[in-house]
């Protein structure tokens, strides 16, 4: 049986929550990517690896998997009571206080503003709960839709990381990095 930490959960807006994942999520997040695989695997190089039900759940035990001190907080997105895609941590370094949030949306809640609002709330979050100092989104150079999201949020442009992540048909991305510093806030 899988052991969380205490349940996190945090209310965006009146119409967004991000809801600690857990196992019983991955029905809904294996059924969205199967049914949206040609969209969702032009920026997803896990896509194509996920092919059963048991593909997530073997994800969300994986990020249970490692002592609960070290646990990298992911959140499934809720847009009115319904599962729209997965936000949180990743590569958490907590001596030197950063992180990194990724996120990915389900096509049919894009345009809401569902993620710009998200990761203002994680943001938030990182800088007064988890002592963070510094938060980073790294978006691939072509993904407009996701860079726009830390530019939006005051993120600054810190450069390029060159063949930074593989895409489909093995085929390297370069990433935009962007950071935003607690001092810094808006």
């Given at each position: 049986?899988?052991?969380?930490?205490?349940?996190?959960?945090?209310?965006?807006?009146?119409?967004?929550?991000?809801?600690?994942?857990?196992?019983?999520?991955?029905?809904?997040?294996?059924?969205?990517?199967?049914?949206?695989?040609?969209?969702?695997?032009?920026?997803?190089?896990?896509?194509?690896?996920?092919?059963?039900?048991?593909?997530?759940?073997?994800?969300i035990n994986?990020?249970?998997?490692?002592?609960?001190?070290?646990?990298?907080?992911?959140?499934?997105?809720?847009?009115?009571?319904?599962f729209?895609?997965?936000?949180?941590?990743?590569?958490?370094?907590?001596?030197?206080?950063?992180?990194?949030?990724?996120?990915?949306?389900?096509?049919?809640?894009?345009?809401?503003?569902?993620?710009?609002?998200?990761?203002?709330?994680?943001?938030d979050?990182?800088?007064?709960?988890?002592?963070?100092?510094?938060?980073?989104?790294k978006?691939?150079?072509?993904?407009?839709?996701?860079?726009?999201?830390?530019k939006?949020?005051?993120?600054?442009?810190?450069?390029?990381?060159?063949?930074?992540?593989?895409?489909?048909?093995?085929?390297?991305?370069?990433?935009?990095?962007y950071?935003?510093?607690?001092?810094?806030?808006?």
């Amino acid at each position: 049986m899988l052991k969380l930490p205490s349940m996190v959960i945090l209310k965006v807006n009146n119409n967004i929550t991000l809801k600690q994942i857990e196992l019983s999520d991955a029905k809904d997040i294996f059924e969205t990517i199967d049914s949206q695989r040609a969209y969702l695997r032009k920026w997803l190089p896990f896509v194509d690896f996920t092919k059963g039900i048991s593909d997530s759940e073997d994800f969300i035990n994986f990020i249970y998997s490692v002592p609960p001190e070290k646990v990298e907080l992911i959140f499934v997105i809720h847009y009115n009571d319904k599962f729209a895609g997965l936000i949180g941590f990743k590569d958490t370094d907590k001596l030197n206080k950063k992180t990194e949030i990724g996120y990915w949306l389900s096509e049919a809640y894009q345009k809401k503003g569902i993620i710009t609002q998200s990761v203002k709330t994680l943001t938030d979050y990182a800088f007064t709960e988890l002592d963070i100092n510094r938060i980073q989104i790294k978006c691939a150079v072509g993904n407009f839709p996701s860079k726009n999201v830390p530019k939006r949020l005051k993120f600054q442009f810190e450069g390029i990381e060159r063949d930074g992540e593989i895409l489909i048909d093995n085929e390297y991305t370069d990433l935009e990095i962007y950071s935003i510093l607690r001092r810094k806030q808006p």
